[in-house]
């Protein structure tokens, strides 16, 4: 048989240049010749088949993702059922729970591994296989800085955990037992039962933190297969969505469908009004701006009001609402949610996706039939649902997501007469989550419901790699006085799982000469959401005085990656991307050098 008759492509792949190449035959050989040592033949490599590579984001120290360890066979099946050729290579973890000092300095790490393997290797597409929040945009932000076909196969949520006939979501149930804890209503042995019961399966967040967040955009940018984010990871249909996932790239490969064709403006606006219906996590923010600017798009921050904060939250999932991911996936998932926003006009519907039709072809008949889960639009679970941005002489640009304000919190804080969206508060600084720990339960600190926590020194450069700890909770005595929360701003992230209204990823942040790095505890710090402001009330003069004294000091470097992070990374408004590759788009239109 002709090595060629197996193939029915109609262009040339990019992994030819590799494996039959007859103008440089002896580095054909020396490239095909280690290959065969674990039984692939020459014929396979050189019939003019596509090559699909298979970013495995699973293993023993990304539990969230390891899911994928099995997905990958039935992708797999996908790919050789279509004409394809599999090629799975590993990625660089991430796992937001353990990774010390943060996951988030990871994101920029596994999006360089992965240019450098989509670039470097002959891989004509790929299958990017996400969960854990970090993981999804680092894959995203390498599939548009190289340009080939890919498309993104989530490993979908855990179970719905239960206890004592509730549901317990992850992450939720973490917060919700710390304040439990601290309150003397459980004991240590019963926060660590709140917290194995959260996690009953194999698969992410069950909660809409930020790894439900972030399949769900990617979902929602046109980069997978309709209904595919929510569906959780033991189910049969994950196994069948892998299947069909690989059966598609091929087909992608085939018609050179590549992410430039699909990351475009209107996608990443799409992003941003559905994160705010869904209530996702605070952390979209940053991983939708790094996206958009690699993919060549720019997002003003001004946007996430024009475009997001208008919108209602639909979805009653935890922490914004009551419910968690299998409830949502039987919903009808993303498209559901989406259906109620493109009935309504809401959508940049008309633009290509992965299925090679259109998002508006994708939503048709998908209408929720769970009214518990997702809500109308006209009826929604709260009006204006999306993230609040706000500045000041504290920062530049941050942000407080809405839909997690209680009416407590709103009762309090947001509703005095003729102040209406408008309170100040004593400020009491902290700086690093250490300082927090050591000091929170300080007497001397007089802490009352009248303070604001604020916490400097957690932002990219400062952690590095900005931190999860922002929502920080009162001390035990307000929390056994039934005071849950207290108004909570810093230079870092919180949890996409947390409940708490946090100003968070301010920027710049203290470490490079941000406002928070003048502010003192005691200053008075005045929020006002009618004009968009939050400001320390201290004199101009008072303000050159502190800036005269320099910043707080910032740790040491522990590893050449956190040094190296440092150097390159921008700010949380911009997406903390690593700033000089963004230059780089569409590396893998152009072949690298060969080696010998």
Request: charged share 25%.
């Given at each position: 048989m002709n090595r060629h008759s197996m193939s029915t492509q109609s262009r040339r792949y990019r992994s030819q240049d590799w494996f039959d190449n007859p103008d440089h035959i002896d580095m054909t050989a020396l490239y095909l010749e280690r290959f065969m040592n674990y039984g692939i033949t020459p014929e396979e490599l050189r019939s003019g088949r596509p090559i699909i590579g298979i970013a495995q984001s699973g293993s023993d120290i990304s539990p969230c993702n390891r899911i994928h360890l099995e997905l990958a066979k039935r992708v797999r099946d996908g790919i050789r059922d279509a004409g394809g050729i599999a090629m799975e290579f590993p990625l660089h973890p991430i796992f937001e729970n353990c990774r010390r000092p943060t996951a988030a300095i990871d994101r920029n790490l596994a999006y360089m591994g992965l240019v450098e393997i989509l670039h470097g290797y002959p891989i004509d597409a790929v299958v990017l296989t996400t969960g854990c929040d970090k993981t999804t945009p680092s894959q995203l932000m390498a599939a548009a800085t190289v340009d080939i076909p890919a498309i993104v196969l989530s490993g979908g949520p855990m179970l719905d955990g239960w206890l004592d006939g509730e549901l317990v979501g992850s992450g939720s149930a973490i917060w919700k037992g710390r304040k439990q804890l601290a309150a003397g209503k459980i004991d240590n042995e019963k926060f660590l039962e709140i917290a194995a019961a959260s996690a009953p399966s194999a698969g992410h967040c069950n909660t809409m933190g930020t790894a439900s967040t972030m399949n769900a955009i990617a979902?929602?940018?046109?980069?997978?297969?309709?209904?595919?984010?929510?569906?959780?990871?033991?189910?049969?249909?994950?196994?069948?969505?892998?299947?069909?996932?690989?059966?598609?790239?091929?087909?992608?490969?085939?018609?050179?469908l590549r992410p430039s064709q699909i990351l475009n403006r209107d996608a990443f606006f799409d992003a941003i009004v559905v994160?705010?219906?869904?209530?996702?996590?605070?952390?979209?923010?940053q991983h939708i701006v790094a996206m958009a600017r690699h993919a060549g798009v720019e997002l003003k921050s001004s946007d996430w009001m024009e475009f997001g904060h208008k919108v209602p939250l639909l979805l009653n999932m935890q922490p914004s609402g009551k419910f968690l991911g299998e409830r949502f996936h039987r919903a009808g998932g993303v498209p559901a949610v989406m259906w109620e926003l493109e009935q309504q006009g809401k959508l940049r519907s008309k633009r290509l996706t992965v299925t090679g039709k259109t998002m508006a072809e994708n939503l048709v008949n998908r209408e929720t039939n769970d009214r518990e889960v997702i809500y109308p639009f006209n009826a929604?679970?709260?009006?204006?649902?999306?993230?609040?941005?706000?500045?000041?002489?504290?920062?530049?640009?941050?942000i407080m997501k809405t839909s997690v304000i209680s009416p407590e919190f709103r009762q309090r804080y947001l509703s005095a007469p003729g102040?209406?969206?408008?309170?100040?508060?004593?400020?009491?600084?902290?700086?690093?989550?250490?300082?927090?720990?050591?000091?929170?339960?300080?007497?001397?600190?007089?802490?009352?419901?009248?303070?604001?926590?604020?916490?400097r020194g957690a932002g990219p450069i400062g952690w590095p790699g900005s931190a999860e700890v922002v929502n920080m909770q009162p001390p035990d005595a307000l929390i056994k006085r039934g005071i849950n929360?207290?108004?909570?701003?810093?230079?870092?992230?919180?949890?996409?799982?947390?409940?708490?209204?946090?100003?968070?990823?301010?920027?710049?942040?203290?470490?490079?000469?941000?406002?928070?790095?003048?502010?003192?505890?005691?200053?008075?710090?005045?929020?006002?959401?009618n004009e968009g402001s939050c400001n320390m009330l201290i004199s101009d003069e008072e303000l050159a005085r502190r800036k005269a004294e320099g910043i707080p000091p910032v740790p040491a470097s522990q590893t050449p990656w956190q040094q190296l992070y440092r150097s390159t990374v921008g700010q949380m408004e911009t997406g903390a991307c690593m700033e000089l590759a963004l230059e780089y788009r569409g590396v893998g239109q152009t072949l690298a050098r060969h080696n010998h």
């Open positions: 979902e929602a940018l046109g980069m997978s297969l309709t209904g595919c984010s929510a569906i959780p990871a033991p189910y049969r249909e994950r196994g069948q969505m892998a299947y069909e996932t690989g059966k598609r790239i091929v087909e992608m490969a085939k018609l050179d994160n705010a219906a869904i209530g996702g996590s605070t952390n979209a923010q929604p679970l709260k009006e204006d649902a999306g993230f609040f941005v706000l500045k000041g002489n504290l920062f530049d640009f941050a102040k209406e969206n408008i309170f100040e508060s004593r400020a009491i600084v902290f700086d690093g989550s250490g300082d927090y720990h050591d000091r929170i339960n300080d007497p001397a600190l007089n802490i009352d419901e009248n303070c604001m926590l604020v916490i929360w207290l108004p909570t701003l810093g230079d870092g992230r919180q949890s996409g799982t947390s409940d708490s209204p946090s100003i968070l990823n301010a920027s710049p942040e203290s470490a490079v000469g941000g406002g928070l790095a003048y502010i003192r505890t005691g200053d008075t710090v005045r929020v006002d959401l």
